[in-house]
């Protein structure tokens, strides 16, 4: 059995149970193949696949916290801390009801390749909690983050560990957890990043993964004779990665048609109206049935199903594994261009596959939505300095970060003989300094 299979089966066999890293290692690792067989002796004997795939820490703790009628509840916090040869590890913390071990791991697992791919020097982590963030008061939600960072704070410094933003949480998240972190460690560091503007955050970095995926996804584009202009682009998701994606495909000039959250999607003819979505989102926190009173020409339908809505580019940006085979023959079958992910791992393997045996340009998000964290690390940069970039440079910075990663991917994939294969070109351009970094530090 070849060593990748072995590395697979051993993966699955020793982690019941987590579908959703299965997943993430196998894609990885079968795109992983060619590197691997070129050096299968010297990585065996180092053991170098088993070691990339097992978390070097992972922390569970129990999160107590008191709701507003003096009711306690106990929710459950992670933090996986798997790889970080390259850089402190850096990645968000995700408060969603389905959040279990095996979510943090595939996300933990992926953003070793996505820090790696900013050429940032950030290793990879993730952590999160079961908690559901709706619904909330802001007093439960500060009693939430509050208890979650008295746990956490033990494993996070600024440079050791750098948690950030995910589903669920916000700057108002980011903010508490901030505040509860200063106070037991007495330090004033760049131990968060989505930080506000007042203490130490970055400008653009609430945009940075809408706009990065738009600006990656205009640089595919380009490269394949086409650009967004004058395009019609279906968008999943209306949080924080789907609105920026959308207020910037609307400035390169295309028409976005739909949103969605999880009751339920919209159908605008005319164009989603951003402003709308923001004060739905942003700022009532209310649910996209309130969309038809800004909007009356739009349609509203409760569950999925945005994929059926003819556009030439489709962009997931709400949870994993919400485009199904299903849906990629929709898309098909309605002559979609290019897929760019703006969520993590938002395609299913069989969808991705049937999206590039039917000639559709697919960018993985481990690519496309990278622009988040490398602002993160450019926030880090700031405050490392103690001064703060303007709006324009740290823009500036993230689209040549973007439009580095298309070239550094598509490069990969060209050297290995897979033309246009996307996914495999970001899986061993990401591999490959991750690797490096591991080989010349030992065995550790
Ligand atoms: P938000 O919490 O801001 O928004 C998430 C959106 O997705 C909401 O519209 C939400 O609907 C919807 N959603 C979440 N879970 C589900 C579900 N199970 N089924 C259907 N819809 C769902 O999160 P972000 O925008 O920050 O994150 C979206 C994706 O992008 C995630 O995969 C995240 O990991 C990824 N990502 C985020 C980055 C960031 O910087 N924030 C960076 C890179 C990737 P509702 O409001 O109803 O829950
Ligand atoms: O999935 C991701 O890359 C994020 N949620 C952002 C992580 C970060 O550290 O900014």
């Known amino acids: ?18 579908p959703e890293f299965h997943q993430a290692v196998k894609e990885v690792l079968e795109s992983l193949r060619p590197v691997v067989e070129e050096n299968e002796e010297k ?18 703790f129990r999160v107590p916290w008191v709701d507003d009628k003096g009711q306690a509840h106990v929710n459950t916090g992670y933090r996986v801390q798997f790889n970080s040869a390259v850089g402190p590890y850096k990645g968000g913390i995700r408060l969603h009801p389905s959040v279990n071990l095996g979510i943090i ?25 079961d908690f559901d963030p709706k619904g909330k008061s802001d007093r439960e939600i500060m009693a939430f983050c509050q208890s979650f960072m008295t746990e956490l704070y033990k494993y996070i410094g600024a440079n050791a560990d750098v948690p950030a933003g995910d589903i669920g949480t916000g700057s108002r998240e980011i903010g508490y957890m901030y505040g509860q972190y200063k106070r037991i460690r007495g330090l004033f560091e760049g131990v968060l990043t989505g930080k506000g503007l007042s203490y130490g955050g970055s400008l653009a970095r609430t945009e940075a993964t809408g706009y990065g995926l738009l600006y990656i996804t205009e640089e595919l584009l380009k490269c394949n004779g086409h650009s967004m202009k004058g395009k019609t682009v279906v968008v999943s998701g209306s949080g924080n990665v789907a609105i920026y994606a959308i207020q910037k495909a609307c400035e390169l000039g295309a028409t976005v048609l739909t949103a969605s959250d999880s009751t339920g999607w919209v159908y605008d003819p005319d164009g989603i109206d951003v402003a709308a979505l ?3 989102k942003e700022i009532d926190r209310a649910r996209l049935t309130e969309y038809k009173k800004y909007r009356p020409n739009s349609e509203y339908h409760e569950g999925r199903g945005m994929w059926c809505i003819k556009a030439d580019i489709a962009l997931p940006c709400a949870t994993q594994n919400e485009l199904t085979l299903a849906d990629a023959k929709l898309l098909v079958t309605n002559g979609v261009l290019a897929v760019a992910e703006g969520a993590n791992m938002p395609t299913t393997m ?9 000639g559709v340009l697919f960018l993985p998000g481990k690519a496309a939505n990278a622009g988040g964290v490398a602002t993160s690390a450019l926030e880090m940069s700031q405050n490392s300095e103690r001064i703060s970039w303007t709006f324009e440079e740290v823009d500036t910075k993230l689209r040549n ?31 490959e300094k991750v690797v490096d970094a591991m080989q010349v530090q030992g065995i550790v």
């Open 278 to 280: 923001k004060q739905i």
């Open 1 to 18: 059995m070849s060593y990748v299979d072995e590395v697979i089966e051993r993966i699955v066999q020793e982690n019941p149970a987590e």
């Open 43 to 60: 990585y065996r004997r180092d053991a170098i696949l088993e070691r990339l795939v097992n978390p070097e820490r992972q922390i569970k």
């Open 401 to 431: 970060i973007m439009v580095d990663i298309f070239h550094h991917i598509d490069a990969a994939a060209k050297k290995y003989g897979f033309d246009k294969n996307y996914v495999i070109g970001a899986n061993i351009a990401g591999f």
């Open 105 to 129: 791991k595939f996300l933990g697992f992926e953003q070793i390749f996505k820090n790696s791919l900013t050429g940032l020097p950030i290793g990879g982590g993730k952590g999160g909690s």
């Open 350 to 358: 069989e969808a991705t596959e049937y999206l590039q045996q039917n």
